[in-house]
């Protein structure tokens, strides 16, 4: 583990800055954000890798309040449980005490060995940060690590979120500074990275590597994955355990027309009662589906509004809600989907 002076190695003309409600972290700048959740098990997870793909990561939780202190929630924790050679070790960096420990956690059938450390501290708000790799890699990237680790600073308290309902217009949104920003001068951030929402006058601004578009400031940004069946899902809720959410799939490369993708879809071919229409926003035409879902023994019954688009890229947006709920919801999704931009 560095200690606080190693802070100053820190070469911020190749790091960004994540900045959220709960902690502010520099990040590599070829770097990505992989996985971005709100709520659950923890108030915020937010992970970060080179690529989608790559067996090096970063993993930030913030976790629900604990009477545990941080040595006992190192202890606690199920991979230095499950790993050999704990070392520990204590480091305070901007006036925060951390404990930290380093375990190797053996090969199973479907992952290589790897090494992590893991480092709590539980001071007003408890954090958990996981730098992990394959045993190999992990000395090369430590020094890395470490400065992830000390730039790391928790904000004092959550954020308002603002309450105001988003205006019903289809005019574009206007112009946004991401917070999610390259510290070199005169040097944009990599297209690869999400950065975090911008309040404007009672709507938010998502913009990410593949679109932008705007939501209710009072909806939160629930889940955004990056990889696997698409190239990248967001998706927008007004509260993390609402039922109604909205879903921004950014498709795989695809020559089927926007009919023929809707048509395709497999909700609206579960669906009973289906109405279609096509709408334009920003020059691109859309082509939307709306079904009802019959209840099952998992999902309750529900209301889907599906658009499908395929102009530079096929992109689908899925609004879903309870059918007491789903007019309700219907102006917000309206004004999403009347704000969405493909990115370039």
Do not use: C
Not at 17 to 24: G, R
């Amino acid at each position: 583990m560095v200690t606080p002076q190693s802070q100053s190695t820190v070469d911020v003309a190749n790091m960004k800055v994540y900045s959220s409600q709960y902690f502010t972290i520099q990040y590599p700048a070829n770097w990505i954000i992989t996985r971005l959740t709100t709520g659950g098990s923890s108030q915020q997870r937010v992970q970060f890798r080179p690529s989608a793909t790559s067996t090096i990561f970063a993993d930030i939780t913030v976790l629900h309040n604990s009477g545990s202190t941080a040595t006992q929630l190192l202890h606690m924790d199920p991979d230095v449980k499950l790993g050999s050679g704990l070392s520990t070790s204590s480091v305070v960096y901007h006036g925060v005490p951390w404990m930290t420990g380093i375990v190797n956690l053996p090969a199973s059938d479907h992952t290589p060995g790897s090494k992590r450390e893991v480092a709590y501290t539980n001071q007003k708000t408890p954090y958990r940060l996981e730098f992990g790799t394959t045993t190999d890699k992990f000395d090369a990237y430590r020094p890395v690590f470490n400065n992830m680790f000390a730039s790391f600073q928790a904000q004092d308290m959550p954020l308002a979120t603002a309450t105001a309902t988003a205006p019903a217009t289809n005019k574009p949104g206007p112009q946004v500074t991401p917070t999610a920003t390259s510290l070199a001068q005169g040097t944009p951030p990599s297209a690869a990275t999400p950065t975090p929402p911008t309040t404007l006058a009672g709507i938010k601004v998502y913009s990410g590597q593949y679109f932008t578009i705007q939501y209710p400031a009072s909806w939160l940004i629930t889940n955004i994955t990056t990889g696997g069946t698409y190239q990248q899902t967001v998706q927008f809720r007004p509260s993390v355990t609402s039922a109604a959410f909205v879903n921004i799939n950014v498709l795989n490369t695809s020559g089927l027309s926007a009919d023929q993708l809707l048509n395709m879809d497999p909700d609206l071919k579960l669906g009973s009662g289906l109405s279609t229409s096509s709408a334009t926003y920003n020059g691109m035409l859309w082509k939307i589906g709306t079904v009802n879902q019959l209840a099952t023994l998992l999902n309750p019954a529900s209301k889907t509004e599906i658009a499908y688009t395929n102009q530079k890229n096929p992109y689908k947006i899925e609004f879903s809600a309870p059918p007491d709920t789903f007019d309700a919801n219907t102006q917000a999704f309206n004004t999403m989907l009347a704000s969405f931009k493909p990115a370039g």
